[in-house]
């Protein structure tokens, strides 16, 4: 992986707006965004995951955003997840712990967030 290589943020949010607002937030940060509106769209295994990390919402009809980091991981797939959700409760967060990801997020979250959780994920890339 060269040193220039931008880091690309695979967003997978069933909500438009989010989608829209976190590729637009994402890109002027200086990262490259793929934003899919459904965790089966990622799952077809046509999305490039080199030097990227991963941020899914929660709660998707169809397959979650824990499923899906679980599915991945079965498949071979290994990348660094942050998981995120517009519920702030004890559920969501026992099941986003149980998930272990590298950081959660509750939306709305700021940019500072946002960068602290994507250089925890790319940090735990590096080390593989």
């Known amino acids: 992986m060269s040193s220039n290589q931008k880091t690309t943020v695979i967003v997978v949010d069933d909500d438009p707006s989010v989608g829209r607002a976190l590729q637009l937030q994402l890109e002027i940060l200086g990262f490259d965004a793929v934003i899919l509106d459904c965790a089966e769209k990622l799952l077809a295994g046509t999305t490039g995951t080199e030097n990227a990390c991963l941020l899914l919402d929660v709660y998707m009809p169809e397959v979650n955003g824990i499923e899906l980091s679980r599915r991945l991981a079965e498949a071979g797939v ?9 519920r702030d409760d004890k ?4 099941l986003m712990r149980k998930a272990k990801p590298v950081a959660c997020l509750f939306k709305p979250f700021d940019q500072a967030a946002l960068l602290r959780a994507i250089g925890k994920a790319m940090r735990q890339r590096r080390k593989g």
Not at 78 to 86: A, D, N, R, Y
Not at 91 to 94: G, I, N, S, Y
């Open 91 to 94: 559920k969501t967060r026992e």
């Open 78 to 86: 290994h990348l660094p997840t942050i998981l995120m959700s517009g």
